[in-house]
């Protein structure tokens, strides 16, 4: 499985940015899929999960009510909708993905800038 994310990039606090990730392989071995982000010195860590079959999502509380995650499967799509974004959400965001068959894959990463 190869991920490859877009759409990051500068964007004012109360903006908004869509994050793609889009998959490659053997996609149809993929159980989960989602979004961790990471600032300097920081661990890794979760902003939102999507299930492949049910669409059953979770998100880290920091961005409940802020942020979206969705997937086109047709498309072996992940999105990212970040809405009202704030200067703490500045981090590089990485797509994860659970297959069964070999494990966890990420992607190269994308950077998310807000200025103040």
């Known amino acids: 499985v190869q991920l490859v994310e877009s759409g990051g990039g500068l964007v004012q606090a109360g903006g908004s940015l869509r994050l793609s990730c889009a998959a490659s392989g053997s996609t149809s071995s993929i159980v989960v899929m989602g979004w961790y982000r990471q600032t300097p010195g920081n661990q890794r860590e979760l902003v939102a999960v999507i299930t492949s079959g049910g669409g059953r999502t979770n998100y880290a509380d920091s961005v409940k009510g802020r942020f979206i995650i969705s997937r086109d499967n047709a498309k072996n799509t992940l999105y990212l909708q970040m809405n009202s974004l704030k200067p703490e959400d500045t981090a590089v965001y990485y797509c994860?993905?659970?297959?069964?068959?070999?494990?966890?894959?990420w992607g190269q990463g994308t950077q998310v800038t807000v200025s103040s």
């Open positions: 994860y993905a659970l297959s069964v068959i070999a494990g966890t894959y």
